[in-house]
């Protein structure tokens, strides 16, 4: 078993120092860099003295210097846990994210919360009910939320917020709490706007889960093990619950793996763009538009991280949970 | 670890093919078994009439897909989504201990099955703890995540009770009280299962997973679920079809062996005829969903009176010199369970076959000799 974890731990320290090199690598492919955009940027202003700031920022950045010895300044440094910094913003990436850190994880955390409370039941009702007019609700919501990209849905929900309801529903505070130093009020404003975000990427997320799960459930509750723990004259709920469903949940534990852990980072950019949420994602994006190098680099090594780890954990877990899989 | 005492002397009258003086355990009265699908309407079982008395095994032998299956899941109420019993009666005569409650060990109530409620309580009672059922596939019968113990003691807690106190022993019948067992005593009862079915160690194979078993291993531990709650009948649907023969022998070794000191009640389900002669006191041959021939095992493989019996008993190999015969099967094949031929539904594939009579009457179910069931024209008039 630690063997197992030493080697496990051994491929991750090597897929991410791999990730980070191609991330970096492919982040340079575009032409010029982000001092050549600022250029444009300050000559379309006609500032004269352009050219001469840009040199002063690329010696100070070390923009000049080759493409490898680069990298190895990045990745040492980042080994000491400074992640550089950021061409756009002008201050440390690490400050950057810390910021937007924390919301992203309650808000991924949320998002999860509620996507497998509801996912997981109506899964479970949607197989056990099976052709009954509430699975086929249920499966025509989870299609819809399947094809449905989360950012249509968000600007569906912000049309009819603002416009029949007059509410407002993007950022995750308040314009008074915005700045406000944190207290229990501030703390309910957040619950307050926090549902929204969570509801839409649960919506988006729930479909699928709800469609694995029914089906994983229906070809559980046709095994012979199913009949037999019936044959023992347990309830039906016990026969689902207790032998069909711990069984037929297995393969989503996999998913809560690679699913989860990333969006801790990451999370659902496009519906944080559109709601204005102070999370990772929209700065992720943006950062890669600008070639701002250092923060989409260190967000890349992060997100690998994660999924690496989430990969682990639900292999843990499902080692825990299933016995035939368990390394002896 | 105390059993408890058999019921009344009268239910270890000696085994054998024609004793009728034991007490009837369930009545099968022209049950009829319907599938509504798709294409039409399939007679799964069509008027199906036999008992089953306390301590007897009866063998129900047939093709693949003659019902045998179906009338075993009719009586635990399991028949599988669109079937429905659509006529007839199972009555259960039954028999019961109740927890916290004085009970007369005589006490004998007669409930219909294809009356309860498929999913109530009642039923609930039964499957396992009255009537427990052992599956074809020992390998996918257990559930992967959790132990053989586990699995007893699911059983066990469901439905064993020990008795507490025996109230008026000088009355003609005892009186009993009884009590449901705790965790330590089901784990008692899942290891002392384990060695009576002969699993080796069975202190530290109680809590191996399923896959840690072999497939002989996990049906002897269906069997030690089947048999944990003392059920007065176990249905057997085919347990040892998916085994090798050396498993097979000692697996039919060990039911018989239970039943001997349980008086427990078989119903063996097989297409095997060398298997059923050895288990069962009578049998019930079924074709296309219909009884064809009911008999004791003796009479039947001496004297078959349907045709289809006689053709499946020639169709089996025997050991001995060399005739130069080739092996005899039946002729045609199984008719398309939507469109069953007129009159007598084997009438297409029977040697006997009598033009203008087979293929347009109905034969009944008759007694073509005493205590000899058919269903042929041949015995009519």
Not at chain 1, 68 to 74: D, K, M, P, S, V
Request: hydrophobic content about 45%; overall charge neutral; some cysteine.
């Amino acid at each position: 078993m630690v063997n197992y974890l030493i080697r496990r731990v051994g491929y991750a320290l090597i897929m991410v120092v791999l990730v980070s090199f191609v991330s970096f690598a492919i982040i340079e492919l575009p032409p010029g860099d982000f001092l050549t955009q600022k250029v444009e940027q300050l000559r379309a202003r006609g500032d004269r003295s352009a050219e001469q700031q840009v040199e002063t920022l690329r010696l100070r950045y070390g923009l000049d210097k080759p493409f490898l010895e680069r990298y190895f300044n990045w990745a040492s440094n980042f080994l000491r846990g400074d992640f550089g910094e950021s061409f756009e913003f002008e201050r440390p990436v690490s400050e950057i994210l810390g910021a937007r850190l924390g919301y992203t994880v309650i808000l991924a955390i949320a998002t999860t919360v509620l996507t497998w409370a509801l996912a997981i039941p109506l899964g479970v009702y949607s197989a056990v009910k099976q052709y009954s007019p509430g699975d086929q609700a249920i499966s025509v919501v989870s299609f819809i939320g399947l094809g449905m990209p989360g950012f249509l849905l968000a600007l569906i929900i912000m049309y009819f917020a603002i416009i029949v309801f007059n509410l407002e529903v993007t950022g995750l505070f308040s314009p008074e709490f915005q700045d406000a130093p944190w207290s229990f009020a501030k703390v309910m404003d957040l619950l307050g706007h926090l549902w929204i975000p969570a509801l839409i990427s649960a919506v988006t997320g729930i479909g699928g889960l709800v469609r694995i799960m029914r089906g994983n459930l229906l070809d559980t509750l046709g095994q012979p093990f199913v009949e037999a723990a019936r044959a023992r004259g347990l309830k039906n709920r016990t026969v689902t619950w207790k032998h069909a469903v711990r069984i037929a949940i297995n393969p989503l534990i996999t998913i809560l793996g690679s699913d989860v852990f990333p969006s801790i980072i990451v999370g659902s950019s496009l519906v944080a763009i559109v709601l204005n949420l102070p999370t990772i994602g929209p700065v992720f994006v943006d950062s890669l538009r600008k070639l701002d190098m250092y923060l989409a680099g260190t967000c890349i090594v992060f997100l690998t991280i994660m999924l690496l780890v989430g990969n682990l954990v639900a292999d843990l877990l499902l080692a825990w949970v299933d016995p035939r899989i368990r390394l002896e | 670890m105390q059993i408890n005492p058999s019921p009344t002397p009268t239910a270890q009258a000696p085994a054998g093919p024609a004793t009728d003086t034991r007490e009837t355990l369930i009545e099968v009265r022209d049950l009829k078994v319907e599938f509504n699908i798709r294409g039409g309407v399939v007679k799964a079982v069509d008027g199906l009439t036999f008992d089953i008395k306390r301590g007897q095994t009866v063998g129900i032998i047939g093709e693949s897909g003659c019902g045998k299956s179906v009338t075993a899941r009719a009586i635990l109420r399991m028949i599988p989504k669109p079937g429905k019993i659509t006529g007839g009666n199972i009555l259960y005569h039954r028999r019961r201990r109740l927890a916290g409650h004085q009970t007369a060990p005589a006490e004998t109530n007669v409930i219909d099955l294809t009356t309860v409620d498929p999913d109530g309580e009642t039923i609930r009672q039964i499957r396992g703890g009255e009537i427990a059922m052992i599956f074809q596939e020992p390998m996918s019968s257990l559930t992967p995540v959790y132990t053989a113990g586990t699995h007893i003691n699911e059983a066990v807690t469901l439905h064993r009770l020990l008795p507490v106190k025996t109230l008026g022993d000088q009355m003609a019948d005892k009186i009993m009280q009884y009590r449901h067992v705790t965790r330590e005593e089901a784990r008692d009862i899942a290891v002392q299962m384990l060695r009576r079915v002969g699993i080796p160690k069975p202190e530290q194979r109680v809590d191996s997973y399923p896959h840690q078993l072999s497939g002989g291993q996990r049906q002897r531990v269906m069997i030690a679920i089947a048999l944990s709650t003392e059920p007065a009948m176990l249905i057997a649907d085919e347990p040892t079809t998916a085994l090798d023969v050396s498993i097979e022998a000692q697996i039919l070794d060990i039911m018989r062996d239970l039943q001997r000191t349980a008086n427990m009640a078989i119903m063996f389900i097989t297409h095997n005829l060398g298997v059923i002669a050895s288990m069962a006191d009578e049998i019930v041959v079924m074709y296309m969903g219909k009884q064809v021939e009911r008999a004791g095992v003796v009479d039947l493989f001496y004297n078959p009176k349907h045709p289809y019996t006689k053709a499946l008993l020639q169709s089996v190999p025997k050991l001995g010199p060399k005739t130069g015969q080739r092996l005899a099967s039946i002729e045609g094949m199984v008719p398309d369970p939507l469109h069953l031929p007129t009159g007598c539904v084997f009438h297409p594939r029977c040697p006997a076959f009598m033009p203008g009579k087979c293929d347009q009457i109905v034969p009944r179910w008759a007694e073509a000799a005493p205590n000899h069931w058919a269903r042929c024209l041949l015995y009519e008039e």
